[in-house]
């Protein structure tokens, strides 16, 4: 039943955003710290075992491939739905602040990125190139 | 008639939003294959256009969402809204190699840490440079240049005026949009090629928003690698920013 996929998917979101709300309680600010990422180790961790167990059919791999699927048109909604017009009439120092900031991560993320283990990172590579999203690689293609 | 449309529409909002979503997406593709001959993504064209969209939004309205203030469309709020997207996300942990995500866990945290340091040191000089001196209004400039929800719930932690919080806010958004934008034409540049550098990424480039739109304009299969780092960034900015870093501008201020 593909209900089960978004079920499980569901649950790992939950789970995760509860786990952030008291993680973000316990160290003492007052936002949730990593609920997102803590749902996505936890969906990771539930196909890992349901996996092996055999409880993992197509059907239920699909309720969750279709929201990864769904992924980039949420994203344009997102988009759409920003404060632009706030964010241009932020004047120089906010689009200084921006851009400084900008251009220091993106001259770290080339350094890190360059220094990384060559031969590691073209394995990597081969595996990426075999790795299909959930949807399937037609899905991709509208993307 | 048109009344009888209108009202469709105004009841359903979000199947509404989907049906606009895919008409944006649908001319993006095109513009994409014909204009650029498939040199720009698609979904970058697509996400740019929400922007447009969400400017013309705002200039219409003088609302502070965008398109979604615009009644006909606000279920755009609902479908881009914090809660899809985020389930959204989760979904495409799914495709997470384990093994790879496990190799680069320690250079994520590295990464998350300069991506939280380095942002806020550029910002809150900045914020010096233009007369904003003393250390609650550095702080908070500062803070928001590493996301825009770090810099307001830093703000309002140390008592930040309400003009200060505006202007963090909107550094914030900046970065964010301009991460959207820019990421797949510095994609070459940045070494965006594996699932380590999308991780790298994801921690240092920061907001959620910008990354999760930025990989998925450059390759979407980088895009769960980068999002699983990128939402621990707001929770750190918003862990340091009141206490650590506030106190260390105030060291150095006075």
Redesign the interface.
Same mark, same amino acid.
């Not at chain 2, 993006?28 to 294959?33: D, F, K, N, T």
């Given at each position: 039943m593909i209900i089960y996929g978004t079920a499980l998917?569901?649950a790992?979101?939950l789970l995760?955003?509860v786990l952030?709300d008291l993680?973000?309680a316990a160290?003492g600010?007052?936002?949730?710290?990593?609920?997102?990422?803590i749902?996505?180790?936890l969906?990771?961790a539930a196909?890992?075992y349901m996996h092996k167990k055999g409880l993992l059919p197509e059907v239920t791999?699909a309720g969750?491939?279709y929201?990864?699927a769904?992924?980039? $048109?949420?994203?344009?909604?997102?988009?759409?739905?920003?404060?632009?017009?706030?964010?241009?009439?932020?004047? $120089?120092?906010?689009?200084?602040?921006?851009?400084?900031?900008?251009a220091?991560?993106?001259c770290?993320?080339?350094a890190?990125?360059?220094v990384?283990n060559k031969q &590691?990172?073209s394995r990597? &590579?081969a595996?990426?190139q075999s790795?299909h $999203?959930?949807g399937g690689l037609h899905n991709?293609e509208?993307? | 008639m048109l009344k009888l449309i209108e009202s469709a529409v105004l009841h359903n909002g979000l199947v509404a939003a989907f049906a606009v979503v895919g008409i944006v997406i649908w001319v993006s593709g095109i513009l994409s294959r014909r204009l650029t001959f498939g040199h720009v993504h698609g979904s970058a064209i697509a996400i740019v256009i929400g922007l447009a969209l969400a400017y013309w939004g705002g200039i219409q309205t003088g609302g502070t969402k965008g398109l979604a203030d615009v009644t006909l469309f606000s279920g755009i709020g609902l479908m881009g809204g914090a809660m899809l997207r985020d389930f959204a996300i989760v979904a495409t942990a799914f495709e997470v190699q384990v093994d790879e995500a496990r190799k680069a866990g320690m250079i994520g945290v590295v990464a998350l840490l300069l991506g939280t340091l380095l942002p806020f040191v550029v910002g809150a000089s900045i914020a010096y440079a233009f007369g904003y001196s003393d250390a609650v209004s550095m702080t908070t400039i500062g803070a928001g240049a590493v996301t825009y929800i770090v810099g307001p719930v830093t703000g309002a932690a140390i008592g930040a005026s309400s003009d200060v919080m505006a202007l963090s806010i909107a550094t914030g958004l900046i970065k964010a949009i301009m991460v959207m934008v820019g990421t797949p034409i510095a994609a070459r540049f940045l070494g965006l090629k594996t699932p380590r550098s999308a991780m790298v990424f994801g921690g240092l480039a920061g907001t959620v928003s910008g990354v999760s739109a930025g990989l998925a304009a450059t390759d979407r299969k980088l895009v769960p690698y980068g999002a699983l780092v990128a939402t621990f960034h707001t929770g750190i900015g918003c862990l340091l920013g009141p206490s650590v870093l506030f106190l260390a501008t105030k060291a150095v201020v006075g």
């Amino acid at each position: 039943m593909i209900i089960y996929g978004t079920a499980l998917l569901a649950a790992c979101h939950l789970l995760g955003i509860v786990l952030g709300d008291l993680l973000g309680a316990a160290i003492g600010v007052k936002t949730n710290v990593g609920g997102v990422g803590i749902a996505m180790l936890l969906l990771i961790a539930a196909r890992f075992y349901m996996h092996k167990k055999g409880l993992l059919p197509e059907v239920t791999e699909a309720g969750v491939g279709y929201w990864a699927a769904m992924y980039i $048109p949420v994203v344009v909604a997102m988009a759409a739905q920003q404060n632009v017009v706030a964010a241009l009439r932020g004047g $120089p120092v906010a689009v200084l602040a921006a851009f400084g900031a900008l251009a220091a991560c993106a001259c770290c993320i080339a350094a890190i990125n360059r220094v990384g283990n060559k031969q &590691e990172d073209s394995r990597i &590579e081969a595996n990426l190139q075999s790795l299909h $999203p959930v949807g399937g690689l037609h899905n991709v293609e509208a993307d | 008639m048109l009344k009888l449309i209108e009202s469709a529409v105004l009841h359903n909002g979000l199947v509404a939003a989907f049906a606009v979503v895919g008409i944006v997406i649908w001319v993006s593709g095109i513009l994409s294959r014909r204009l650029t001959f498939g040199h720009v993504h698609g979904s970058a064209i697509a996400i740019v256009i929400g922007l447009a969209l969400a400017y013309w939004g705002g200039i219409q309205t003088g609302g502070t969402k965008g398109l979604a203030d615009v009644t006909l469309f606000s279920g755009i709020g609902l479908m881009g809204g914090a809660m899809l997207r985020d389930f959204a996300i989760v979904a495409t942990a799914f495709e997470v190699q384990v093994d790879e995500a496990r190799k680069a866990g320690m250079i994520g945290v590295v990464a998350l840490l300069l991506g939280t340091l380095l942002p806020f040191v550029v910002g809150a000089s900045i914020a010096y440079a233009f007369g904003y001196s003393d250390a609650v209004s550095m702080t908070t400039i500062g803070a928001g240049a590493v996301t825009y929800i770090v810099g307001p719930v830093t703000g309002a932690a140390i008592g930040a005026s309400s003009d200060v919080m505006a202007l963090s806010i909107a550094t914030g958004l900046i970065k964010a949009i301009m991460v959207m934008v820019g990421t797949p034409i510095a994609a070459r540049f940045l070494g965006l090629k594996t699932p380590r550098s999308a991780m790298v990424f994801g921690g240092l480039a920061g907001t959620v928003s910008g990354v999760s739109a930025g990989l998925a304009a450059t390759d979407r299969k980088l895009v769960p690698y980068g999002a699983l780092v990128a939402t621990f960034h707001t929770g750190i900015g918003c862990l340091l920013g009141p206490s650590v870093l506030f106190l260390a501008t105030k060291a150095v201020v006075g």
